[in-house]
């Protein structure tokens, strides 16, 4: 018998969208869609993270002009309740995310787990 796992990925793609964790987060996700103010500065935000991250892994130190600015938006996206509940949204689907990896990566993991013993 052939298995497809790929289909059964497919179905639980589709079920995700069905639970509590994901809905709430397409919610949040939408009203900071559907805000512009919200959306810009999660915009803002995003690019923020994005030169955070790129200047870590090129060992580059911040100018304090820029920690400046940075600091300036966080202060703002801390204060946006839209911004707020996506990313408490997006922790919880994260959280289910990495339980179904865990779930799907049990077999893999019993079996390193047997080599230390």
């Known amino acids: 018998m052939t298995v497809n796992i790929y289909d059964n990925a497919n179905e639980m793609a589709n079920i995700l969208t069905e639970t509590q964790q994901y809905i709430a987060w397409q919610n949040a996700f939408n009203a900071i869609q ?36 940075w600091d300036a938006v966080a202060a703002k996206v801390q204060k946006d309740e839209k911004i707020n509940a996506l990313m408490e949204a997006e922790q919880a689907l994260n959280t289910l995310l990495t339980e179904l990896n865990d779930i799907v990566t049990k077999p893999v993991a019993e079996a390193y787990s047997k080599l230390q013993k």
């Open 34 to 69: 559907n805000d512009t103010d919200s959306k810009a500065l999660f915009g803002e935000f995003q690019e923020i993270q994005m030169a955070v991250q790129q200047m870590m892994q090129s060992q580059q130190q911040p100018k304090p002009e820029q920690e400046k600015e």
